[in-house]
């Protein structure tokens, strides 16, 4: 049996950048086209007629995703990326646009109902602000949370960590405090090694920098460095009896090693009063 589906398996990205261009030529910075992406930049306070335009003209019917980017070297360091779905064709493009931490970015919750959690979720993380959203409040982070997360400035440990106490039988909040600072990592090769002393290293000297310091290091180049060659195959052949003599083996016999016997202990004198010695105590008296 044969499926028939308005949507095909792949959309070619072929003619789509000229076309929608063309449509939103008059909002339009740049269209380009990377990794099989094709992706608007637009300007900032017409995002909402150039996604309404791609809905209603170009069959983008869904709006899959807001996420934003930071560029801190930028003077617009926000990016917000919107993200569209054409369910009748099968294929996706991009919309961007940029934004500073003070100026809002036009909210687009008069297109689609759920671009006000996704507007939150940027908000929360990132702090750009979404004029005309009328519930734009923190969804991530805690209650009382200081800062936004994934601002490249935003410090890795945060501002306010929080604990169970067990005194306050309740979880409290407190200003973050370390213990230590955060160690930093320089991901070098370990083969290869660092290019500076660790502590504690600086005792071995020039041993943690490299190869230790040999002026002739001992090579076996030829075969008389290794103990090979014809002097040492014709011993082989002639048996035990051609070793040379630092290695003949001594005929040294147990009674040539052994210790000297160790002498007699003396004899004590008897102990005073009724007392007496352990060897004659045990024996059993006459008689029994």
């Given at each position: 049996?044969?499926?028939?589906?308005s949507?095909?398996?792949?959309?070619?990205?072929?003619?789509?950048?000229?076309?929608?261009?063309?449509?939103?030529?008059?909002?339009?910075?740049?269209?380009?086209?990377?990794?099989?992406?094709?992706?608007?930049?637009?300007?900032?306070?017409?995002?909402?007629?150039?996604?309404?335009?791609?809905?209603?003209?170009?069959?983008?019917?869904?709006?899959?995703?807001?996420?934003?980017?930071?560029?801190?070297?930028?003077?617009?360091?926000?990016?917000?990326?919107?993200?569209?779905?054409?369910?009748?064709?099968?294929?996706?493009?991009m919309?961007?646009?940029?934004?500073?931490?003070?100026?809002?970015?036009?909210?687009?919750?008069?297109?689609?109902?759920?671009?006000?959690?996704?507007?939150?979720?940027?908000?929360?993380?990132?702090?750009?602000?979404f004029?005309?959203?009328?519930?734009l409040?923190?969804?991530?982070?805690?209650?009382?949370?200081?800062?936004?997360?994934?601002?490249?400035?935003?410090?890795?440990?945060?501002?306010?960590?929080?604990?169970?106490?067990?005194?306050?039988?309740?979880?409290?909040?407190?200003?973050?405090?370390?213990?230590?600072?955060?160690?930093?990592?320089?991901?070098?090769?370990?083969?290869?090694?660092?290019?500076?002393?660790?502590?504690?290293?600086?005792?071995?000297?020039?041993?943690?920098?490299?190869?230790?310091?040999?002026?002739?290091?001992?090579?076996?180049?030829?075969?008389?460095?290794?103990?090979?060659?014809?002097?040492?195959?014709?011993?082989?052949?002639?048996?035990?009896?051609?070793?040379p003599?630092?290695?003949?083996?001594?005929?040294?016999?147990?009674?040539?090693?052994?210790?000297?016997?160790t002498?007699?202990?003396?004899?004590?004198?008897?102990?005073?009063?009724?007392?007496?010695?352990?060897?004659?105590?045990?024996?059993?008296?006459?008689?029994?």
């Amino acid at each position: 049996m044969t499926v028939l589906h308005s949507a095909p398996r792949y959309s070619s990205n072929d003619g789509v950048l000229d076309t929608v261009s063309e449509s939103i030529s008059v909002w339009l910075d740049r269209a380009d086209e990377h990794h099989g992406e094709i992706v608007f930049t637009v300007k900032r306070g017409d995002i909402e007629n150039v996604l309404r335009t791609l809905r209603d003209d170009h069959a983008y019917q869904q709006l899959m995703e807001i996420a934003g980017v930071d560029y801190p070297d930028r003077p617009e360091r926000f990016e917000i990326v919107y993200m569209l779905l054409s369910l009748t064709r099968n294929h996706r493009v991009m919309v961007k646009c940029s934004t500073d931490e003070a100026t809002p970015v036009p909210t687009v919750t008069t297109l689609w109902p759920n671009a006000g959690w996704l507007e939150r979720e940027v908000f929360d993380l990132y702090g750009v602000v979404f004029d005309g959203n009328q519930d734009l409040r923190r969804i991530l982070t805690d209650y009382g949370f200081e800062g936004h997360p994934f601002r490249k400035d935003f410090p890795m440990t945060g501002y306010i960590e929080l604990r169970y106490s067990e005194e306050e039988k309740r979880v409290v909040y407190e200003p973050v405090e370390l213990a230590q600072e955060m160690r930093t990592f320089d991901f070098l090769s370990p083969w290869e090694g660092a290019d500076y002393v660790l502590p504690g290293d600086e005792k071995a000297g020039d041993l943690v920098k490299g190869a230790p310091p040999i002026d002739d290091p001992k090579v076996t180049e030829k075969p008389a460095d290794t103990g090979a060659g014809p002097n040492a195959e014709e011993r082989a052949e002639k048996g035990t009896d051609a070793v040379p003599p630092d290695m003949i083996e001594l005929d040294i016999t147990d009674d040539d090693i052994a210790p000297d016997p160790t002498e007699n202990r003396p004899d004590r004198e008897a102990p005073e009063g009724d007392v007496r010695r352990t060897k004659s105590a045990t024996r059993p008296e006459e008689g029994e």
